[in-house]
């Protein structure tokens, strides 16, 4: 699957969205997510990152890579809403990207 990392939060350019065919990149309070289990590999979101957030799994920096973690948890008890435009902003993060300080002063 395509994971969103630490580039995204508090910058949530949301580019990203428009490209997704099957809407699976849901809205964090601080960064977006991408569903793994509705994301199909298709990669349109990749190149248009302006902060080049999104990655393949299998190619994240070592100190990224616990963010297919963090993907895959933000989905914990939202099961697989379907659409993210459907859910709407979800007002909430994982508690990993909560804790981090503020990314853009
Ligand atoms: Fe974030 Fe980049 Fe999408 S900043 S919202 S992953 S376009
Ligand atoms: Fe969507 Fe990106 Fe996956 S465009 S299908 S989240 S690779």
């Not at 949530?12 to 960064?31: L, N, Q, S």
């Not at 979101?45 to 993907?71: K, M, R």
Request: glycine residues 8%; proline residues 11%.
């Amino acid at each position: 699957t395509f994971v969103i990392a630490l580039p995204c939060v508090d910058v949530k350019d949301k580019a990203c969205v428009d490209e997704c065919p099957v809407d699976c990149i849901y809205e964090g309070e601080r960064m977006l997510y991408i569903h793994p289990d509705e994301c199909i590999d298709c990669g349109g979101c990749e190149p248009v990152c302006p902060v080049e957030a999104i990655l393949y799994e299998d190619d994240s920096p070592p100190e990224w890579q616990h963010f297919t973690g963090v993907n895959a948890e933000f989905f914990d008890g939202l099961g697989s809403p379907g659409s993210s435009a459907k859910l709407g902003p979800t007002g909430r993060d994982h508690p990993v990207v909560a804790a981090l300080p503020p990314q853009r002063t």
